[in-house]
């Protein structure tokens, strides 16, 4: 089943955050800082997050960048190429996660690491240059165009660079570790494929990233718990002209409306970990602001729900439940005054942005 999605503007507020922490910029150090914080210069300040990989299924990027979406200056440093040597994965940046990182106002600063430390077979403890990453910082805050605009012209015209700036540092890595890395002619063709031209870039990530969407539509994640139809095929696409390959854990269909649904699942705990939580709501962003949508060419209405499910609950509660309610399945489940004002937050959230978040029993 497939389905299409269109998305023409984002309106969306957000409410489950944290407290980041202040860096001055005399002390930045892109690989010092935690993974989402403010950085504070003269009276500028910008909200800065930074990705451990280009790929957005490793360790929680839309969780660092959502922690950063409800300030006016937003940043996220993401390597262009992240490569663990030979016998390890080696992962490139996709157009599509530009033009999410464009549709959310965040301007992307597309680094290259120049260090690491050598691990049986393969590198870890990878540095960015810092150098290079606070040179753009000062850039973007002389930088009055938008997000959108710094991102694709960074693309056009720096681009190129960086990938001879990523061939030179992993040449340098892989002399002084004595671990073998992937061949430079996967970055030259690379930066063949996406040319110079923007438009070639983004098929060629498209491309990729339809093939990882349906090994994934395959694919059932042990942190997803399903109790309605499986997983469906979605394609947002948006204003900017960026399209999403992504894949929805689980759909509701009745004759008028389909439900949307992102399921986060623990077996361990009452709730699933605020990175999960955070990575779906990024998700709830994108689904509750569909303007149209259709279901194998047949328009429909839709609504997003977040579902976050445990082994350990007894019952269920929704964003739309009562007081009383909620107060009868905290008590049964016995939960701690912090969960309780976790689940508030999410569920006020949910309310403010017109989709539903249920939390319930699953095995």
Same mark, same amino acid.
Not at 315 to 340: A, H, P, R, V
């Given at each position: 089943?497939?389905?299409?999605?269109?998305?023409?503007?984002?309106? =969306?507020?957000?409410?489950?955050?944290?407290?980041?922490?202040?860096?001055?910029?005399?002390?930045?150090?892109?690989?010092?800082?935690?993974?989402?914080?403010?950085?504070?210069?003269?009276?500028?300040?910008?909200?800065?997050?930074?990705?451990?990989?280009?790929?957005?299924? !490793?360790?929680?990027?839309?969780? !660092?960048?959502?922690?950063?979406? $409800?300030?006016?200056?937003?940043?996220?440093?993401?390597?262009?190429?992240?490569?663990?040597?030979? *016998?390890?994965?080696?992962?490139?940046?996709?157009?599509?996660?530009?033009?999410?990182?464009?549709?959310?106002?965040?301007?992307?600063?597309?680094? =290259?690491?120049?260090?690491?430390?050598?691990?049986?077979?393969?590198?870890?403890?990878?540095?960015?240059?810092?150098? =290079?990453?606070?040179?753009?910082?000062?850039?973007?805050?002389?930088? $009055?165009?938008?997000?959108?605009?710094?991102?694709?012209?960074?693309?056009?015209?720096?681009?190129?660079?960086?990938?001879?700036?990523?061939?030179?540092?992993?040449?340098?890595?892989?002399?002084?570790?004595?671990?073998?890395? $992937?061949?430079?002619?996967?970055?030259?063709?690379?930066?063949?494929?996406?040319?110079?031209?923007?438009?070639?870039?983004?098929?060629?990530? !498209?491309?990729?990233?339809?093939?990882?969407? *349906? !090994?994934?539509?395959?694919?059932?994640?042990?942190?997803?718990?399903?109790?309605?139809?499986?997983?469906?095929?979605?394609?947002?696409?948006?204003?900017?002209?960026?399209?999403?390959?992504?894949?929805?854990?689980?759909?509701?269909?009745?004759?008028?409306?389909?439900?949307?649904?992102?399921?986060?699942?623990?077996?361990?705990?009452?709730?699933?970990?605020?990175?999960?939580?955070?990575?779906?709501?990024?998700?709830?962003?994108? =689904?509750?602001?569909?303007?149209?949508?259709?279901?194998?060419?047949?328009?429909?209405?839709?609504?997003?729900?977040?579902?976050?499910? *445990?082994?350990?609950?007894?019952?269920?509660?929704?964003?739309? *439940?009562?007081?009383?309610?909620?107060?009868?399945?905290?008590?049964?489940?016995?939960?701690?005054?912090?969960?309780?004002?976790?689940?508030?937050?999410?569920?006020?959230?949910?309310?403010?942005?017109?989709?539903?978040?249920?939390?319930?029993?699953?095995?």
């Amino acid at each position: 089943m497939d389905v299409i999605g269109t998305i023409t503007g984002l309106k =969306y507020q957000i409410l489950f955050t944290n407290d980041l922490k202040d860096v001055n910029i005399e002390d930045f150090d892109i690989n010092k800082i935690p993974s989402s914080c403010l950085l504070k210069n003269n009276k500028n300040t910008s909200a800065i997050s930074k990705w451990v990989s280009p790929k957005r299924t !490793r360790s929680y990027p839309f969780e !660092r960048v959502y922690n950063t979406l $409800h300030f006016s200056k937003k940043i996220t440093v993401i390597p262009v190429v992240k490569d663990e040597g030979a *016998s390890g994965d080696r992962d490139f940046i996709q157009w599509d996660t530009v033009s999410l990182m464009s549709l959310l106002d965040v301007f992307v600063i597309f680094a =290259y690491y120049e260090k690491a430390k050598k691990r049986g077979n393969k590198i870890t403890n990878q540095q960015f240059d810092n150098n =290079y990453v606070l040179s753009k910082i000062k850039e973007i805050e002389q930088y $009055h165009s938008s997000a959108l605009h710094w991102n694709l012209n960074e693309l056009n015209m720096c681009l190129h660079t960086i990938i001879d700036k990523v061939k030179l540092s992993y040449a340098n890595i892989e002399e002084t570790t004595k671990v073998k890395l $992937h061949n430079t002619s996967g970055l030259d063709n690379f930066k063949e494929k996406i040319g110079k031209d923007v438009s070639l870039f983004m098929s060629f990530s !498209r491309n990729k990233a339809q093939k990882a969407q *349906s !090994r994934e539509f395959v694919t059932q994640q042990p942190k997803e718990s399903l109790s309605t139809l499986s997983k469906a095929k979605i394609t947002i696409t948006n204003y900017l002209g960026g399209q999403y390959f992504l894949t929805v854990d689980e759909i509701k269909i009745t004759e008028k409306n389909i439900s949307l649904i992102e399921g986060k699942h623990t077996k361990n705990a009452l709730l699933p970990s605020k990175g999960d939580i955070k990575d779906g709501l990024l998700k709830m962003i994108l =689904y509750s602001n569909l303007s149209k949508i259709s279901v194998n060419g047949k328009n429909t209405k839709s609504n997003a729900v977040l579902n976050l499910t *445990s082994s350990k609950l007894k019952g269920i509660i929704t964003s739309s *439940s009562s007081k009383k309610d909620n107060g009868l399945f905290f008590l049964e489940n016995n939960f701690s005054d912090k969960q309780m004002e976790l689940v508030e937050t999410i569920f006020a959230e949910a309310r403010q942005n017109n989709f539903v978040v249920q939390i319930r029993y699953s095995k």
